[in-house]
Structure formats: C-alpha cells, structure tokens
C-alpha cells in the first residue's frame, strides 16, 4: 500500500508561480512512476505532466513551457512548478503513482 500526499495549493494571481508537492509514503518498489492530473470544475481529471523511472517527462500542451516537473527520489517526493499561471490553471490538482492517488490540492489562479 503507498499513501500520496500533496501539498502546495492556494491561490495565486494571474502570471504568479506554485510549487506542489507530492510524497509517497508506504511499501515503495523502485522508483515507480509519478504523474499530476487536473480537474477543473464540471470538468473530467486530465493527466497533464507525467515522469518515468527513468526521468522521461510527458507534458500536456496546455502546460508545457510553464509547469515542470522533478523528483527527489532520496525523499519519495515529486515536485511541479507552476509558472505564469493562468485562470484556466484553476482546478483540483492531484498526484499519483501506478494505481495509488492522492486526495488533491486546491488551485485557483485569479485574473
């Protein structure tokens, strides 16, 4: 069993900056992979960044260039910068890793 706990969320201005975070905890195998979805209200969760074992990263177009997303395996924590945020950035953001979720963290970009 692994528990995922992010953390990080708030609100922030148009054009500011976040960083979540994201740590595992539990019976961890490896260094399995991470990813952070979104869920905008009335709207379904997207997975929108992904990183692989072996550090490969996957990027939705609607965030690619702004967010960015790093491990720190050491302390079974993955990490997203949020930068130049934008209204639609707004949503529930959660982590999760194989069949392991996060209970989500609240972002709200206002413009």
């Known amino acids: 069993q692994v528990r995922l706990v992010e953390s990080g969320g708030g609100l922030v201005q148009a054009g500011g900056s976040l960083r979540l975070s994201c740590t595992a905890s539990?019976?961890?195998?490896?260094?399995?992979?991470m990813a952070w979805s979104r869920q905008a209200p009335g709207n379904a969760r997207d997975m929108i960044v992904t990183?692989?074992?072996?550090?490969?990263?996957y990027y939705a177009d609607s965030v690619k260039g702004r967010f960015t997303i790093a491990r720190d395996n050491a302390k079974n924590t993955a990490y997203l910068q949020m930068n130049s945020l934008k209204p639609e950035d707004t949503g529930v953001y959660y982590c999760?890793?194989?069949?392991?979720w996060g209970q989500g963290t609240q972002v709200t970009v206002s413009s």
């Open positions: 990183i692989s074992s072996d550090g490969t990263t």
């Open positions: 999760s890793s194989q069949q392991y």
């Open positions: 539990g019976t961890i195998v490896g260094v399995p992979p």
